[in-house]
């Protein structure tokens, strides 16, 4: 993934909403939770599942539809059983209306 890439407009999700987008090959995935932005890999640690596409997200917590492993969007740590791995977190910037993602992790 370059430094920073684009992801979406801000207007691309609403609150509570999710997506996948591919950034330089990998699959991403966007959660909003009221106007703050958060991104992971897209793929449940588990098995094989999107998160961004078929994940439920509730606050910042998504759950993986397939065995109800739960991840927090803010951190990516695994919250439950069957997920002991937790996701990889990419930080996210909002600038002029649009979502950019870049591989850096963000102190908290
Ligand atoms: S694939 Fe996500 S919990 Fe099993």
Redesign the pocket.
């Known amino acids: 993934m370059a430094e920073r890439s684009f992801a979406c407009e801000v207007d691309d999700l609403d609150d509570g909403d999710t997506m996948t987008v591919e950034l330089g090959g990998l699959p991403v995935a966007l959660y909003r939770v009221g106007d703050e932005f958060y991104a992971t890999a897209d793929t ?6 999107s ?1 961004g596409e078929e994940g439920d997200l509730d606050g910042f917590e998504i759950t ?6 739960r991840f927090d969007v803010r951190d990516g740590k695994a919250l439950c059983f ?2 002991t791995v937790d996701l990889k977190r990419y930080s996210t910037i909002v600038e002029d209306g649009r979502v950019y993602v870049a591989p850096a992790e963000v102190s908290a």
């Open positions: 449940c640690t588990h098995e094989k599942w998160l993986c539809t397939l065995h109800n492993a069957p997920a």
